[in-house]
């Protein structure tokens, strides 16, 4: 039996909502991390025959010094096992530009690490397996051929382990500049191997029909949208039949409470506290119109939920009004700002895409240009 720990989408340096620990991180950056490291314990004591992570490893092509830092460290830890780890890189850590190099790179060094980022299709190769290693592609155009590359060089007498950063159907999208979606009529390819470790999508979960192909999930959660508890890491064994098993860590919770305006003051007594230690809770106030809207101040709610890491309150109007309004705007991304105006203002489908799409690529390029502090 091969046995193999599959994880992705770790996102290390991802930072949000401008809580310092008493480090001087990140609250929600040092989450990243320490779910990172519960990874790196579980895989020490597993001691599988291989590892392998399917992209964006980092939130950022250009990550901090601290991330970089960390992850190294990290991956130090398990030199002493001489596990074979195989890293692709993810739309988040391939550089939009040719002027970055990627910093997949710099893992390149360590012993047992073979990292997959020069944007085409690798396969690292052991006595007993093959992993065929197609790293994110910014041009859509070179994939066809890539997977061509891939079916030539499937092995009859060895096991064959693909391993994707992509969307395996539209459901799969996560609506980031640069992501992918596998053509549809090339997925007979998965039937010719005997697993699909695919990185991406945040949930953990079988893909379709196919019985074989899985998303491990990510580590964390990258936005507040985001309620599942499905976060850790996949153990595949490869015997006579394929056996998949999911495995979760311990993540910060995260708590949404839903108030009806109408009975506001009862029902925020009414809320269940007792589980909102450092959780991060969204309040969702129901059925407002503008007057109850004026008496009801986020801070009160936010010295209520005091003991709570960060409280986001959000304001539903009644069905007569006629938008819905998140007060928290600081949540909003000037992108967003910018993509909503070309969905309200540009009417013709093909101009409103085309300007989405340059929206995105701009502030991908900024985001890469500015380092991190």
């Known amino acids: 039996m091969i046995k193999i720990v599959h994880f992705s989408d770790t996102h290390l340096g991802f930072s949000d909502l401008d809580v310092i620990n008493q480090d001087g991180i990140n609250s929600r950056e040092a989450d990243f991390y320490k779910a990172f490291s519960d990874v790196i314990d579980a895989i020490i004591k597993i001691k599988p025959n291989y590892i392998i992570h399917t992209g964006d490893l980092f939130h950022r092509a250009s990550p901090s010094n601290r991330a970089i830092t960390f992850a190294l460290k990290e991956f130090k830890r398990l030199e002493h096992l001489k596990i074979p780890l195989i890293i692709i890189a993810g739309n988040h850590s391939t550089p939009k530009t ?6 997949l790179e710099a ?21 007993d397996i093959i992993f065929h290693a197609l790293p994110h592609i910014n041009d859509e155009r070179l994939i066809e051929q890539e997977l061509d590359n891939i079916e030539q060089n499937i092995s009859n007498s060895k096991k064959n382990i693909l391993m994707m950063h992509s969307s395996v159907g539209a459901y ?3 609506h980031e500049f640069g992501e992918w979606v596998y053509p549809k009529n090339r997925e007979y390819l998965f039937e010719k191997m005997d697993y699909v470790a695919l990185g991406h999508w945040h949930g953990f979960g079988a893909v379709g029909k196919h019985s074989n192909v899985y998303y491990s999930g990510s580590t964390e959660r990258t936005s507040s949208s985001d309620k599942r508890d499905d976060k850790g890491y996949v153990i595949v064994e490869l015997d006579k039949e394929l056996k998949v098993s999911h495995h979760r860590i311990d993540l910060r919770k995260s708590l949404t409470f839903n108030i009806d305006a109408s009975n506001y003051k009862e029902e925020l007594e009414a809320l269940d506290k007792g589980d909102i230690k450092g959780a991060l809770v969204e309040v969702v106030i129901k059925n407002l119109d503008s007057s109850l809207s004026i008496d009801i101040k986020n801070s009160d709610i936010q010295d209520y939920f005091q003991d709570a890491l960060y409280v986001k309150v959000k304001r539903e109007f009644k069905q007569n009004s006629s938008e819905l309004i998140d007060e928290n705007i600081e949540s909003i991304s000037l992108e967003g700002h910018f993509i909503a105006h070309i969905q309200g203002s540009i009417k013709d489908r093909v101009e409103q895409t085309r300007l989405i799409d340059k929206t995105k690529e701009l502030f991908a390029y900024i985001q890469e240009s500015d380092s991190d502090s």
């Open 98 to 103: 040719h002027s970055s190099s990627p910093i």
């Open 107 to 127: 893992l390149s060094t360590i012993d047992n690490i073979y990292p997959i980022f020069l944007q085409k299709y690798e396969a690292v190769e052991f006595e």
């Open 172 to 174: 799969y999208l996560m």
